[in-house]
T-cell receptor, first 115, second 113 residues
Framework: AQSVAQPEDQVNVAEGNPLTVKCTYS??????LFWYVQYPNRGLQFLLK??????LVKGSYGFEAEFNKSQTSFHLKKPSALVSDSALYFC?????????????FGTGTRLKVLA | KAGVTQTPRYLIKTRGQQVTLSCSPI?????VSWYQQTPGQGLQFLFE???????NKGNFPGRFSGRQFSNSRSEMNVSTLELGDSALYLC????????????FGPGTRLTVL
């Protein structure tokens, strides 16, 4: 069965420092990988996705993610964190599971950027 | 373009009742998915509909059901409500291909007393 793991419940980083939110996955076949963000009192928003091609994908708000097939990881990164980046981040994978393609979300990582 | 809308936004029910939630996707989107979000379990996939057909289903009991209409609007029904069904129910729409990102609605907050 496919799965997604976000090993950190919370990540704290100082404003201006680089940030990384980790995600590892397990799927059959080629994965479609996504990152979403949920701001307080707002809905989930799409950040970026990896389908195929270049392992480094760029998304909204200056975020990027690196696909690493050998480590089955898709970590979210940003060179310089902003206080406004504080939110709940979800990694998601869509892969073949028991004959159908399902969306599986990680448990989420709360990012706190400290001023 | 209008975003994904969900009605109602808040709902209070008692155990044993049933409830129907509604979702209107972004115009042109043919795929609608439903999720249950709780603090303890995170986002759990319920089901996905595409062109009025259920394409995928998560691991939820048969009390949870859904349907999609010809205009892509979708409804989700939960029968015989239990306290554990209290959650935020999210609807998401996408164009429909497997690699398309999803656009989420604000959710319906269901409280079961």
């Amino acid at each position: 069965a496919q799965s997604v793991a976000q090993p950190e419940d919370q990540v704290n980083v100082a404003e201006g420092n680089p940030l990384t939110v980790k995600c590892t996955y397990s799927v059959s076949g080629n994965p479609y990988l996504f990152w979403y963000v949920q701001y307080p009192n707002r809905g989930l928003q799409f950040l970026l996705k990896y389908i195929t091609g270049d392992n480094l994908v760029k998304g909204s708000y200056g975020f990027e993610a690196e696909f690493n097939k050998s480590q089955t990881s898709f970590h979210l990164k940003k060179p310089s964190a902003l206080v406004s980046d504080s939110a709940l981040y979800f990694c998601a994978v869509r892969g073949l599971d028991s004959g159908t393609y399902k969306y599986i979300f990680g448990t989420g990582t709360r990012l706190k950027v400290l001023a | 373009k209008a975003g994904v809308t969900q009605t109602p936004r808040y709902l209070i029910k008692t155990r044993g009742q049933q409830v129907t939630l509604s979702c209107s996707p972004i115009s042109g989107h043919r795929s609608v998915s439903w999720y249950q979000q709780t603090p303890g379990q995170g986002l759990q996939f319920l089901f996905e509909y595409f062109s009025e057909t259920q394409r995928n289903k998560g691991n939820f009991p048969g009390r949870f059901s859904g349907r999609q209409f010809s205009n892509s609007r979708s409804e989700m029904n939960v029968s015989t409500l239990e306290l554990g069904d209290s959650a935020l129910y999210l609807c998401a729409s996408s164009v429909g291909q497997l690699y398309n990102e999803q656009f989420f609605g604000p959710g319906t907050r269901l409280t079961v007393l």
